[in-house]
């Protein structure tokens, strides 16, 4: 694998353009002739590994994202943050020419952390990133972003997150899932109509799925839809008080979650692990469920 050092984060505002243009290009890559002219690659992962060194973590941007997913304030960083120092390297690697899919449209179903141990504003972090595990889904085709921040040469976090990209397929296991019945819950959030696009300023992640109802219509939604990791880092929010220095936190993103909406929160245990699931008040479809468990 090569490894490319960045000397600065890459830019949002270019990349999603770059994204858009990406998903008008995708079906000339199916095209003999044309796809050649446009790229994407010869339908594997690109084998780049991107570094970003010397991270330092904003105290403004820190508060305002705990303030949006309920962290209490505090120098230390949640568990979820480092996602939107990576995001942006995950970004590029998705937005290159040989990647073999569109970003646009693109759909989160998994993300697994560990923090190996606290860590805190004032440290400098370097964070590595490269996708990986490509693999048939039975709706498509999905792989990971794997991310890595150290400090110093101390590994301090890791992040798996799988996305799908969509081909069809019937997803009946996925159905039967959703037929579950949900567990009492322990409170009821309601989710505002504009929690995507604030998530989306202070994360980066500006899909049109998360910012307007005829853009995410027009990506195959039903909605407008909150983002899966600002759900996740709102019920890691619920733990902060009692979070251990060493833990594993993972969620599977199910039914997209349609904004606004009112949605029950329930926890509960089953030995070590800490589980955890958000479920629509009216109709109980699962939107997320996960686990924490001290490492």
């Known amino acids: 694998m090569s490894v490319k050092e960045l000397s600065s984060s890459p830019g949002m505002r270019t990349l999603y353009p770059k994204a858009a243009l990406g998903s008008i290009e995708a079906p000339l890559r199916r095209l003999p002739v044309l796809g050649s002219l446009v790229g994407g690659g010869d339908g594997t ?15 403004e941007h820190l508060i305002e994202y705990k303030r949006i997913c309920g962290f209490p304030y505090s120098d230390e960083v949640p568990a979820t943050y480092p996602h939107n120092i990576a995001f942006p390297l995950a970004m590029q690697i998705m937005t290159d020419r040989s990647f073999p899919f569109p970003v646009i449209g693109m759909v989160h179903i998994e993300n697994r952390i560990t923090q190996l141990r606290p860590l805190k504003q004032h440290q400098w972090l370097t964070m590595r990133v490269r996708a990986d595990d490509l693999a048939e889904h039975d709706k498509g085709t999905q792989f990971d972003i794997v991310a890595e921040a150290s400090v110093g040469d101390e590994p301090v976090w890791r992040s798996r997150s799988t996305y799908l990209h969509r081909e069809g397929g019937s997803g009946g296991g996925d159905k039967k899932k959703q037929s579950e019945e949900p567990p009492e819950p322990d409170a009821v959030w309601d989710v505002p109509s504009d929690i995507g696009r604030r998530y989306a300023a202070i994360s980066g992640d500006r899909n049109p799925i ?23 880092g709102r019920c890691l929010a619920t733990f902060a008080h009692e979070l251990p220095d060493a833990y594993s936190v993972g969620a599977r993103f199910k039914v997209p979650l349609k904004i606004p909406a009112r949605v029950e929160f329930a926890t509960w245990r089953e030995g070590p692990e800490r589980r955890f699931a958000v479920h629509d008040e009216k109709s109980g479809k699962p939107h997320l469920t996960g686990g924490l468990e001290p490492s």
């Open 210 to 232: 998360h910012m307007h109802p005829v853009a995410a219509r027009l990506f195959g939604m039903p909605g407008m839809i909150a983002h899966g990791m600002w759900l996740k």
């Open 45 to 59: 992962l690109p084998d780049t590994e991107l570094v970003l060194a010397e991270v330092e973590i904003d105290r």
